[in-house]
């Protein structure tokens, strides 16, 4: 009986190590921390994507983002100018901490930069749908994290989900709520996006 229960302590152990030796492997050594309350995320920052809208004429230099779409049928059906339903953006942002647009020298990938699409989802006015990632790429932080989700651009505020991330972001989790922070005409929006997340690996 004694050698039995010495034996099989001796497998669980196997067995326990075994597990921890596997999480290790997936997480880089990592602990999965999840926030017991919604008040209380495990990490929380702001940051500042800034589109700027190929107008189609003179600003190639500097546009981060451009249609990728020709308007719909249903689209010039409802407006002549053909602006909302389909229209599919496509971006490679910068993101900033501060709110100011740092003026890029040719060449510079900015630290943080926010890659994907949106697409107008309404035909009589607009609303989107936003699929993104943050790229971080510097000596603070590296990896990705990845939004989606209804952009309800009539509400002030709109949640939209952290379904995942890479690096230091490790299959996060979480709630980024965006609000319109500044705009010039239809060239370029600043949107402010408050990330709180709620499962980090730490
Ligand atoms: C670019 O073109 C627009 C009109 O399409 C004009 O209003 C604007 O001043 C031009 N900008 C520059 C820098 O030339
Ligand atoms: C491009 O950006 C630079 C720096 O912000 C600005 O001085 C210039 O007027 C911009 N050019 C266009 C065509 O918008
Ligand atoms: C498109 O046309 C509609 C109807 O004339 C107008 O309300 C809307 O502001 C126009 N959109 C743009 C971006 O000019
Ligand atoms: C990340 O930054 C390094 C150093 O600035 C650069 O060499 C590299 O190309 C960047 N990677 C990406 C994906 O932007």
Same mark, same amino acid.
């Given at each position: 009986?004694?050698?039995?229960?010495?034996?099989?302590?001796?497998?669980?152990?196997?067995?326990?190590?075994?597990?921890?030796?596997?999480?290790?492997?997936?997480?880089?050594?990592?602990?999965?921390?999840?926030?017991?309350?919604?008040?209380?995320?495990?990490?929380?920052?702001?940051?500042?994507?800034?589109?700027?809208?190929?107008?189609?004429?003179?600003? !190639?230099?500097?546009?981060? %983002?451009? /249609? =990728? +779409?020709?308007?719909?049928? #249903?689209?010039?059906?409802?407006?002549?100018?053909?602006?909302?339903?389909?229209?599919?953006?496509?971006?490679?942002?910068?993101?900033?901490?501060?709110?100011?647009?740092?003026?890029?020298?040719?060449?510079?990938?900015?630290?943080?930069?926010?890659?994907?699409?949106?697409?107008?989802?309404?035909?009589?006015?607009?609303?989107?749908?936003?699929?993104? !990632?943050?790229?971080?790429? %510097?000596? /603070? =932080? +590296?990896?990705?994290?990845? #939004?989606?989700?209804?952009?309800?651009?009539?509400?002030?505020?709109?949640?939209?989900?952290?379904?995942?991330?890479?690096?230091?972001?490790?299959?996060?989790?979480?709630?980024?709520?965006?609000?319109?922070?500044?705009?010039?005409?239809?060239?370029?929006?600043?949107?402010?996006?408050?990330?709180?997340?709620?499962?980090?690996?730490?």
């Amino acid at each position: 009986m004694q050698g039995l229960a010495a034996s099989s302590m001796l497998s669980l152990t196997v067995v326990v190590a075994v597990f921890l030796i596997g999480m290790a492997d997936h997480s880089d050594g990592r602990r999965r921390v999840i926030s017991s309350s919604s008040n209380e995320p495990c990490k929380e920052m702001t940051l500042y994507l800034h589109d700027i809208l190929y107008n189609g004429a003179n600003n !190639s230099a500097n546009a981060t %983002s451009a /249609a =990728a +779409t020709k308007p719909t049928a #249903l689209s010039t059906t409802h407006w002549k100018n053909g602006t909302f339903f389909g229209t599919l953006v496509v971006f490679n942002d910068p993101v900033t901490v501060g709110k100011a647009l740092p003026v890029a020298e040719a060449g510079d990938e900015p630290a943080i930069r926010a890659q994907g699409f949106y697409f107008y989802d309404k035909k009589e006015s607009y609303n989107a749908w936003f699929g993104f !990632s943050i790229v971080f790429n %510097s000596t /603070a =932080a +590296t990896g990705t994290i990845n #939004l989606m989700g209804a952009d309800l651009m009539y509400e002030v505020t709109r949640d939209i989900s952290v379904v995942g991330g890479t690096g230091d972001f490790f299959m996060t989790r979480g709630i980024a709520t965006l609000r319109l922070d500044a705009y010039e005409g239809t060239v370029y929006f600043r949107l402010q996006m408050d990330i709180k997340l709620y499962e980090c690996y730490i």
